[in-house]
């Protein structure tokens, strides 16, 4: 749905797109300063389609009929338009020339960073929220995506990008497989790391515990007693789930250069 807006939006000026997903993402929390407003249209006629466009989980599953199953919306639609618009405007700043391009790179990504710390600080906007620590301060919403989530995961990516201009080597070039086909990498990774866990799970208990099964990924039950993962571990399967995904990734990225089939450009 993210990619068909913005589909409909490239029809319009370049500028018109970034000052529109400017707007949703500088805007879009200002709902949350009206009391109530997310349980009114939570519980309205049109709640489907409000958790869709912006509340998400939060505000509940969606019933498919009376007994149906349900449906939970963690990728709210308004918020992420709004990044998918402005990252497309955004792509203008990368074709200009280097010095320039780095300039603007660092006045927007430490600009951002300045403005979450600010809208942090002051605790009214973008998603307040009581804070004592450095990981308080971190700790802010994504789904629906807020702006204080949305400043400190973007802005320090686009202020260190001046930093990678220059960057050469094997480490550079390994990581250049991925970002030639990020889509393609997201849609593997999820199936690839469900299957890691389950073998992990089938190591280290004996069995594949139901609670893979049943869990869901923003409210799991308990795990059972035993599964839980060291921070070792942690690192080691997803060091593994990368390092399988390199080989595929490769591959498709030459693919992608050797045909040129239309979906392709979407994937």
Same mark, same amino acid.
């Given at each position: ?17 970034? #000052?529109?997903?400017?707007?949703? %993402? +500088? ?16 519980e309205s ?5 409000? &958790? ?26 308004? @918020?992420?338009?709004?990044? %998918? ?21 660092? *006045? ?5 960073? *300045? ?26 919403? &994504?789904?629906? *995506? ?15 990008? @001046?930093?990678?201009?220059? +960057?050469?080597? #094997? ?18 990774? %999820? @199936?690839?790391?469900?299957?890691l866990a ?20 923003? *409210? ?18 997803? #060091? ?15 693919? &992608? ?7 392709? &450009?979407?994937?």
């Amino acid at each position: 749905m993210v990619l068909v807006a913005l589909a409909l939006l490239a029809r319009l000026p370049l500028a018109a797109i970034g #000052a529109f997903g400017v707007a949703i %993402i +500088a805007g879009h929390n200002v709902f949350d300063l009206i009391p109530g407003l997310g349980s009114t249209l939570g519980e309205s006629s049109l709640s489907g389609l409000w &958790k869709i466009l912006y509340l998400g989980f939060s505000a509940g599953p969606i019933a498919l009929g009376n007994d149906g199953p349900q449906l939970w919306v963690l990728y709210s639609l308004v @918020p992420w338009v709004g990044v %998918i618009a402005a990252g497309y405007a955004f792509g203008a700043v990368l074709m200009l020339e280097p010095e320039r391009r780095r300039r603007i790179c660092l *006045a927007i990504g430490l600009g951002s960073i *300045a403005a979450f710390a600010v809208l942090r600080g002051l605790n009214l906007y973008g998603d307040p929220r009581p804070w004592r620590s450095g990981l308080d301060v971190l700790n802010a919403t &994504k789904y629906p *995506a807020s702006l204080s989530f949305l400043l400190m995961t973007l802005g320090p990516t686009i202020a260190v990008m @001046p930093l990678l201009d220059n +960057a050469r080597g #094997a480490v550079t070039r390994w990581l250049t497989v991925f970002g030639r086909v990020p889509f393609f990498y997201y849609v593997l990774h %999820i @199936p690839l790391i469900h299957v890691l866990a389950i073998v992990v799970s089938r190591i280290r208990m004996g069995e594949v515990s139901d609670w893979l099964f049943a869990s869901h990924p923003m *409210a799991p039950p308990p795990p059972p007693e035993g599964y839980t993962w060291s921070l070792p571990l942690l690192y080691l399967v997803w #060091a593994i789930a990368v390092v399988m995904l390199y080989g595929a990734c490769r591959w498709y990225a030459g693919l &992608k250069v050797r045909r040129s089939d239309w979906w392709m &450009k979407f994937v």
